[in-house]
């Protein structure tokens, strides 16, 4: 009787004790994707001849997106690019703030590189407001196309497909 009474009040402790867990226990957020697809131009910027190779520059230009996502949404994105290229090769860093029809905004911190007429970046999505406070994940632009550079431009157009993919905290 006495074995009963304890295996008895084991069972309660121990389903109790399991109830508690997943009572407490918070679900994992399920990682949200946006894809789009941009067409951008530079609205100013400035290079610096670097005098160790010829065609080696350091610069900075702002550029702005049209960007259409797959769900139909559209927004303006505003990029700070620096860069550092010779010959047409070279690194980016860049900040870029998305800014949807809504207000809300998300801001990225995205680094790559460049190869001739092409270049791809990754990085992470920093900040967000309205609808994407509390933002985290990762901002990924696979391929970026680079239109010929056409006189008195001070860079390229560009354009290509990118790839959000975050969650949002608990609301």
Do not use: C
Request: no cysteine; glycine share 14%; charged share 15%.
């Amino acid at each position: 009787m006495t074995t009963r009474r304890f295996l008895a009040g084991l069972a309660i402790t121990g389903i109790f004790v399991i109830g508690i867990g997943l009572a407490g226990s918070v679900p994992q957020a399920m990682a949200e994707t946006l894809n789009y697809k941009f067409l951008s131009h530079v609205t100013s910027g400035q290079a610096f001849p670097i005098a160790d190779a010829e065609g080696h520059f350091v610069g900075l230009n702002v550029r702005f997106s049209a960007m259409v996502f797959d769900n139909g949404e559209m927004a303006w994105n505003r990029t700070i690019v620096l860069y550092d290229r010779a010959k047409g090769e070279g690194s980016l860093d860049q900040y870029g703030t998305i800014n949807f029809q809504d207000g809300s905004t998300i801001l990225t911190r995205t680094k790559g590189g460049t190869a001739g007429s092409t270049a791809k970046v990754t990085g992470e999505i920093i900040h967000g407001t309205g609808r994407f406070q509390g933002i985290k994940g990762t901002s990924t632009i696979p391929l970026i196309k680079f239109f010929p550079l056409e006189k008195g431009e001070t860079g390229a157009k560009s354009f290509g497909d990118g790839i959000l993919t975050y969650t949002l905290p608990p609301k």
